[in-house]
Structure formats: C-alpha cells, structure tokens
C-alpha cells in the first residue's frame, strides 16, 4: 500500500486496530488524536495501545473548533481512505461527515464503523467489545453456557468467574479484520472505477460473520455442540486430558484417526467404537473418557509429541508465555521496533509476508507526536502552526 493515505479518526482497538493492518502493508497512516489523546492509551498502562498505534504518524487537533477542521479537511485534501468509529450525528457536529469529505476529496473511501448499525435501537449508543461478544454469543459459549436457574452466592461467583474469563479479545480484532479488509475493497472498487464511496460496517454484523454459523438457520440444523460442565471440551474425544506431568489437548475426528490411536495405546478393543465424536451416546461418551483419563494419566507428555496423532500439548505455555519466547531476532511472529520513550520493544509481526513486495514493521508514536510535521505538509507555516497551537485546535506531543 505504498503511497496509500490513510486517516483515522478513531479510538480503543477495532477502527485503530484495522488502521494498523494498512500500516503494516505501507500505507500512510495519520491518526488524528483529540487533546490528551485516545484513551485506550492511558488503560492497562498503554501497552496495549502498542500495538493499535504503530507504524502510524500522530496528529493532535480538537475537531469542536472550526480552525481544527480546517486542517483535518487540508490533511484530507489528498488522502485515500478516511475510516472513523464515531456514533451517528458526530462526524456532521465535526464536520467529517461523508457528504462534507467528499466535495473536498471526491475520490475518497470514506469508512464507518460503530457498534450496532446506523438505524437500529442501539445506533446511539456506546460500544465496547464485550458487548458484541456476549451478543454473539461468544462469552456464553466458552463459558459454558448461561445458569437458567436461581444460583447460589457461591454459584453466583463461579459463573461470574466463567463469564469473566470468557470476555475474550476476539470481537475488537474480528471488527478490525473486516475494517482493514472494507477499506482494500473500497481501493479496489476505485481503481475499477475511478470513484470513492461510503463504507459502512459495525461490530455485529462482523462478529456475526466470524460466527457465521450461529447466524444460519436451516430445517434440521444440528445443534451446536456445547462445553462440558467442567469445560475442559466438548465431549470424549474433543477435549483436554490430564497427564502425568501436564494436559494434552485431543482431537479425535475421523474413523482412521481412531483406529490409529487405538492401536497406539494398545487398545484394540476399543477400536470397534466409531467415535462419530458429535454423535456420541452420553452413556458412550462416558465409558470413552473414563478409559482416556486412565491412558493419559499414566503417561508423560513428551511421550505424545512425535507420535503423528492429533493430540497436542496443552500446558507448556501460555499465549503471552509464547510471544515472549518468541521475542529474538529470528523470530518468525516477533520483530524489533523503537517507541519514542520505552526505547527497543518487540512487537508483532504484520499478519502476511510477500515474496516481492514489503511490509513496515515499525514502532508505535506518541501522540500528537508528528502534529508539526503533517500540518508543515500541507502547506502551513511554522507561525500558522504556532497560532494552531496556542488556540487549542492543535496540540503537541
């Protein structure tokens, strides 16, 4: 995406998150920043906000005072994609709106995401991703599902705790993969046609194509296979064992998998059980894990590793355990950037490789860290830029 610019006028993870996937791929990437500056940078001591913002330059205006839209508006002069997370009725109180961008930029891929649609119930409302996770059904899912019945305190706590730890990260990047992907789509459809356009998409509708398959309907659809209470999987061949000095996670899903599993263990008494694993009996299920905690139990977890079964190691490390044993020079999911005051980091890598063309892997900025810089570029001279300044429509890192 080299020579692509793009501007975001976005905060917290989904917008800035897909924003940074342009970056990563070349594009020009210049994050318009309200004073102080975009809160998810100040939550969890900004280190998440790592890697949201990098690879971007950082620009500090206040779009509530006219002198401030009049230079977003020149930044815009010559950008190709706009992409903002603001509710319905602000970008127009801004002055960002798709109408007002587009007789400065006909050109213009101007793309909007908000939580819940522009014309349903909720348009007005915040969004966070929690909400579209547990709307989606995520949250409930990995947690096992929701109590029906009145619970006791302890209960209570214990499916709080469920819920809580299954308020996974997914719902943010799944929206951030539909913006980034919109906002190439929109390139491409300009370059058919020689137009720009209006994009809109919101964390619903895109949680629900990443769980597409709970937003299908059909006359005899399967039900959805469901944790077990002890969530440890869904049933005797999909789940987690325990071993002698670790877990091991199986899954066991054709006849031929069986049969060689059977054989390894020397069980062959067991290999006539078709394991049809989304078809067992209750009755079936039982009798399959009971005699599998026994197998596993009495063995080491080094013992399955080379063996070729679909059974993996469960316990070695946990996700963020990985990414920091990755944090080397020859990583292939890590790499090395600057940030302007916590110095050499490593952060991840951009998602796709190319055999001829290259990705930037940089750091993140402050913000308003490049405030001057972008409004120099745009034609304003330094006591332009000092007079912004001083009145509050620019601010500086």
Known sequence: LAGIRVVELATIIAAPLGASFLADLGATVIKVESPGGDPFRKMADGYGSLRCNQGKLSVGLDLKKAAARDIVHQIIRDADIV????????????????????????????????????KGPGALRPSTHPIPGAAMGGAARQAGGLPADLLTVPELREAARRIMRANEVNPDPNTAMVIATSALLGLVARDRTGQGQEIFGDMFIANAYANFDDMVSYPDKPT???????????????????????????????TGEWLEFCRHINRTDLSGRHPAPWHLSAAEDAFLAAQLL???????????????????????????????????ENSAVMCEAVHPTLGSYFRHRAMVRFSRSRVTESGCVLAAQHTREVMAACGYSDDDIAEAISEGAAWVA
């Open 294 to 328: 026994e197998v596993f139990a009495a063995s080491q977890v080094a013992s399955w590793q080379q063996t070729g079964l679909p059974v993996v190691v469960a316990s070695n490390e946990t996700l963020a355990a990985y990414f920091a044993s990755e944090a080397h």
């Open 83 to 118: 992409l903002h997370n603001f509710r319905p009725g602000v970008p127009e109180r801004l002055g960002i709106d798709y109408p007002t961008l587009a007789a400065i930029n006909p050109q213009l891929i101007y793309l909007s995401a908000n939580g819940y649609g522009r």
């Open 224 to 254: 959805t296979p469901q944790l077990t209470p002890d969530l440890k999987g869904f049933n005797a061949l999909q789940r987690l064992y325990p071993c002698a000095d670790g877990w091991l996670f199986v899954s066991i899903q054709q």
